[in-house]
């Protein structure tokens, strides 16, 4: 079963943001999906854009690869600081993360 259809967003659009105030630096995120999240000099994580933009905006989303899904999703449940959301784009439910149901 994948990621998708065990979260029952198969075909869904998705997007991932950090919570800053929770962010541990720790790294994990970045080592899992570098193309993803990137540790800045504050050593806080924090989403990239689709064309490799650090996004510093609280709050700031960015997209989730279909093909990056399972390494985002590692990322949100391996984060000791429990500050990774991922979330469908058409209802922003927390689909993985600490607010997900």
Same mark, same amino acid.
């Given at each position: 079963?994948?990621?998708?259809?065990? %979260?029952?967003?198969?075909? $869904?659009?998705? *997007?991932?943001? =950090? @919570?800053?105030?929770?962010?541990?630096?720790? /790294?994990?995120? %970045?080592?899992?999906?570098? $193309?993803?999240? *990137?540790?800045? =000099? @504050?050593?806080?994580?924090?989403?990239?854009? /689709?064309?490799?933009?650090?996004?510093?905006?609280?709050?700031?989303?960015?997209?989730?690869?279909?093909?990056?899904?399972?390494?985002?999703?590692?990322?949100?449940?391996?984060?000791?600081?429990?500050?990774?959301?991922?979330?469908?784009?058409?209802?922003?439910?927390?689909?993985?993360?600490?607010?997900?149901?």
């Amino acid at each position: 079963m994948s990621v998708e259809q065990a %979260a029952g967003v198969e075909g $869904e659009a998705l *997007e991932v943001w =950090i @919570d800053q105030d929770l962010c541990t630096g720790d /790294g994990i995120c %970045a080592q899992y999906a570098p $193309e993803v999240f *990137e540790l800045d =000099i @504050d050593g806080l994580a924090y989403v990239k854009s /689709g064309e490799d933009e650090l996004l510093q905006a609280k709050g700031a989303t960015t997209p989730v690869p279909l093909p990056l899904l399972t390494d985002v999703v590692d990322s949100a449940k391996e984060c000791p600081g429990e500050c990774i959301h991922v979330r469908r784009v058409s209802d922003r439910v927390e689909v993985f993360g600490p607010d997900a149901e």
